[in-house]
């Protein structure tokens, strides 16, 4: 069954610190990866993904994040953290031949001034 | 930038009646799709929707969901005789194509309170 998992429910950060946000997940067949950002009282913004080749994945507002097949992870970053990327972050898989997104619980990214 | 639009923002709705929540995805999209999130818990897939059917459901969407798209601009969720347990934020969401890559567009949610 696929599934994924956000192991913290929340990460603190100062700014101008890098952050990451870890995610891992589980499916039987080739992944695609996908993280979203939600803000308050906003809906679920796309942010990056990843389909093949290179493992480093480039999206909105800096962040990047990192394939790794051998431990199945697909961690969120940034080199340099905002106040304003304080929100709730969600990493979702999606197995080929399937139209859904499977989430993980998601994790509240504060960033501290 | 398009977005995929949402009303109500917030229903209110008393137990054992019918509610319908009302999405309008980005124009040119093809597959449509319904997810809830109860208080505190994940974001979980209800169904997808393609071609004027339904291509893809979970466990959840049973007898009581349905979906549909009445016209070339809207897609609604019914929901018939409500359950305290179905309250929740529900969201719509749009991709140019089903299966792949493509990201999944998700709008602002519709918060749904049983009372």
């Known amino acids: 069954a696929q599934s994924v998992a956000q192991p913290e429910d929340q990460v603190n950060v100062a700014e101008g610190n890098p952050l990451t946000v870890k995610c891992t997940y589980s499916v039987s067949g080739n992944p695609y990866l996908f993280w979203y950002v939600q803000y308050p009282n906003r809906g679920l913004q796309f942010l990056l993904k990843?389909?093949?080749?290179?493992?480093l994945v480039k999206g909105s507002y800096g962040f990047e994040a990192e394939f790794n097949k051998s431990q199945t992870s697909f961690h969120l970053k940034k080199p340099s953290a905002l106040v304003s990327d304080s929100a709730l972050y969600f990493c979702?898989?999606?197995?080929?031949?399937?139209?859904?997104?499977?989430f993980g619980a998601g994790t509240r990214l504060a960033v501290h001034p | 930038e398009p977005e995929v639009t949402q009303t109500p923002s917030h229903q209110v709705t008393q137990m054992g009646q019918e509610v319908i929540l009302r999405c309008v995805p980005i124009s040119n999209h093809l597959y449509f799709y319904w997810y809830r999130q109860i208080l505190g818990q994940k974001v979980e897939f209800l169904v997808s929707?393609?071609?004027?059917?339904?291509?893809?459901k979970s466990e959840i969407f049973d007898d009581q969901f349905s979906v549909e798209r009445p016209d070339g601009s809207n897609f609604t969720l019914k929901i018939r005789s409500t359950k305290l347990e179905d309250s929740a934020m529900y969201f719509c969401?749009?991709?140019?194509?089903?299966?792949?890559?493509?990201?999944?567009?998700f709008g602002d949610g519709t918060r749904l309170s049983i009372l």
């Open positions: 990843y389909i093949t080749g290179d493992n």
């Open positions: 979702a898989v999606r197995e080929g031949g399937y139209n859904k997104l499977i």
């Open positions: 969401a749009s991709s140019v194509s089903g299966q792949g890559p493509r990201p999944q567009h």
């Open positions: 929707f393609y071609n004027n059917e339904i291509s893809e």
